[in-house]
């Protein structure tokens, strides 16, 4: 609907919302989302789009103060923007060596440091397998604890002292599964994605669109699990005779991967899925 009201969820460098504007008409509005201050540097002058700085998790409050009771379209991409990856002092990446930090919001208290040197053993351990299925998350976490004994963990190269006994396969690989976990853990990725997908049958339309871009198995399995089952969780939805109620309907069967030519220019969509899906 060219006219219709539409939600960006992570606005980042603006690339999606372009393309949303581009399709809509002059009385069509995007509402867009994104938690870092530096995305208000991407803003552009177009009176049908409105940047809300704010976590999408908290989406559905914001829409109800701007008076927008639905909506028809809802994109979310899960993934770390460029920015965020390529600027150094962001600490999300094992390329630098400046202190880790992996704040999606810098005005929230706690970094990676924080989880590094205040974490347990056993909390370690939790993030390190859940987040990051990290094979040998046992033996990670007693050396990262034991590590604190010597001295404060603070950037990539303390990392790199601390895994180099207990690596296990690709370092490059083991780096980014390890990353990608503390990651997680401080910006309550998976919390937020929950918390949003759970308010989304309020907020779309019938026939409203869905359309969400993970890089990580269980984002992927939330997603599908409430395209399915109509439940974040994976648990049926029945009615009070026992048939399972659907909210929302497949527009492509299964998930969408970036082909050959996309890849080429840009590698970073190798892990991505996107999934598809309409509110009925």
């Given at each position: 609907?060219?006219?219709g009201?539409?939600?960006?969820?992570?606005?980042?460098?603006?690339?999606?919302?372009?393309?949303?504007?581009?399709k809509?008409?002059?009385?069509?509005?995007?509402v867009?989302?994104d938690?870092d201050?530096?995305a208000?540097?991407n803003v552009?002058?177009d009176k049908?789009l409105?940047l809300i700085?704010?976590n999408?998790?908290?989406?559905?409050?914001?829409?109800?103060?701007l008076g927008i009771e639905?909506?028809?379209?809802v994109?979310a991409d899960?993934g770390?923007?460029?920015h965020?990856?390529?600027?150094d002092?962001?600490?999300?990446?094992?390329?630098?060596?400046?202190e880790?930090?992996m704040?999606?919001?810098?005005?929230q208290?706690?970094n990676?440091?924080d989880?590094?040197?205040?974490?347990?053993?056993?909390?370690l351990?939790?993030v390190f397998?859940g987040?990051?299925?990290?094979?040998n998350?046992k033996?990670?976490?007693?050396?990262?604890?034991?590590s604190r004994m010597?001295?404060?963990?603070r950037?990539?190269s303390?990392i790199d002292?601390i895994?180099?006994?207990?690596i296990?396969?690709?370092?490059?690989r083991?780096?980014a599964?390890?990353y990608?976990a503390?990651r997680?853990?401080?910006?309550?990725?998976?919390?937020?994605?929950?918390?949003?997908?759970g308010?989304?049958e309020n907020?779309?339309?019938?026939g409203g669109?869905?359309?969400?871009?993970?890089?990580?198995?269980?984002?992927d399995?939330?997603?599908k699990?409430l395209?399915?089952?109509?439940?974040v969780?994976?648990n049926?939805s029945t009615?009070?005779y026992g048939?399972?109620i659907?909210?929302?309907?497949?527009?492509?069967?299964?998930?969408?991967?970036?082909?050959k030519?996309?890849?080429?220019?840009n590698s970073r969509?190798k892990?991505?899925?996107l999934r598809?899906a309409?509110r009925l």
């Amino acid at each position: 609907m060219p006219n219709g009201v539409y939600c960006d969820f992570t606005f980042g460098g603006g690339g999606h919302s372009r393309r949303i504007l581009e399709k809509l008409g002059a009385k069509g509005r995007l509402v867009a989302f994104d938690q870092d201050e530096k995305a208000i540097e991407n803003v552009w002058d177009d009176k049908r789009l409105i940047l809300i700085r704010s976590n999408f998790r908290y989406a559905d409050k914001f829409l109800r103060y701007l008076g927008i009771e639905k909506v028809d379209g809802v994109l979310a991409d899960l993934g770390v923007s460029s920015h965020q990856l390529d600027v150094d002092s962001r600490g999300f990446s094992y390329r630098d060596k400046n202190e880790l930090d992996m704040r999606m919001n810098r005005e929230q208290k706690m970094n990676a440091v924080d989880i590094l040197n205040t974490y347990s053993e056993s909390e370690l351990v939790s993030v390190f397998s859940g987040y990051g299925e990290i094979r040998n998350s046992k033996q990670l976490a007693k050396a990262i604890v034991g590590s604190r004994m010597t001295g404060k963990i603070r950037n990539s190269s303390d990392i790199d002292r601390i895994i180099g006994t207990v690596i296990k396969g690709e370092k490059n690989r083991y780096l980014a599964q390890l990353y990608q976990a503390i990651r997680i853990e401080v910006n309550d990725e998976f919390g937020a994605l929950k918390q949003m997908l759970g308010f989304l049958e309020n907020i779309l339309k019938p026939g409203g669109r869905l359309a969400v871009i993970s890089f990580h198995s269980l984002e992927d399995r939330f997603v599908k699990n409430l395209i399915k089952k109509s439940d974040v969780e994976g648990n049926l939805s029945t009615d009070m005779y026992g048939r399972q109620i659907f909210k929302f309907r497949e527009v492509v069967k299964g998930v969408v991967v970036a082909g050959k030519e996309e890849l080429a220019e840009n590698s970073r969509a190798k892990s991505a899925k996107l999934r598809i899906a309409e509110r009925l």
